[in-house]
């Protein structure tokens, strides 16, 4: 991890009371941001993540969220934690979105396929399929079976979706990757 001083913006002690639990002993700021996180709300939750984990001690040093990340160094009972704002996050997080994307076809490609059919869909709910798959194909590229499984459709029932998707110019093919065919939002 590159680390760049300019990105903290803020640092919080969480400290544990035996009766009352985690509590966020003192926090401060070091940049002015529209508050990405409200450390009192988050204090439980952040001690749980870092403090918890198994038997055999795997814990979380780090934890990215949207906007920011935390890392924490416990110390006895009480956890320090480190808010930090990184730099070029989004275009990171796309740039993996589309790596995850590539290994989930390819996964997808190479696993044999259930034996089981998913009973056809109604009407209503094929519509209403029809609305949604153009949102989720927005800025990403998904395969024609990984759609048919996530919307519980037939084989016929997802070709027969896209293919009145497609003729209405919503959607249209990327690529195809072995014998599926990828997809993306117009």
């Not at 009972?77 to 990184?86: N, T, V």
């Not at 979105?97 to 209503?124: F, G, L, Q, W, Y």
């Not at 110019?169 to 990757?177: L, N």
């Amino acid at each position: 991890m590159n680390f760049k001083e300019q990105e903290l913006f803020g640092a919080a002690l969480i400290g544990f009371d035996m009766i009352d639990g985690p509590f966020l002993k003192w926090k401060k700021e070091y940049n002015k941001t529209k508050d990405l996180v409200k450390l009192d709300d988050f204090a439980m939750n952040f001690y749980l993540a870092f403090r918890g984990g198994n038997a055999s001690g795997k814990k979380p040093r780090a934890i990215l969220y949207d906007n920011f990340y935390i890392v924490a160094f416990p110390r006895d009972l009480e956890l320090c934690c480190l808010f930090m704002k990184p730099q070029n996050l989004d275009d990171n997080i796309k740039q993996l979105n589309k790596v995850a994307s590539r290994i989930i076809t390819e996964m997808e490609i190479i696993e044999k396929p259930e034996a089981e059919v998913p009973k056809d869909s109604d009407e209503n709910t094929v519509e209403e399929i029809k609305r949604l798959i153009p949102n989720l194909l927005t800025d990403t590229k998904m395969s024609t079976p990984e759609l048919r499984r996530y919307f519980k459709l037939s084989n016929s029932q997802i070709w027969k979706v896209m293919s009145d998707l497609e003729n209405s110019k919503k959607i249209k093919r990327a690529e195809k990757k072995g014998r599926a065919q990828l997809w993306t939002a117009i």
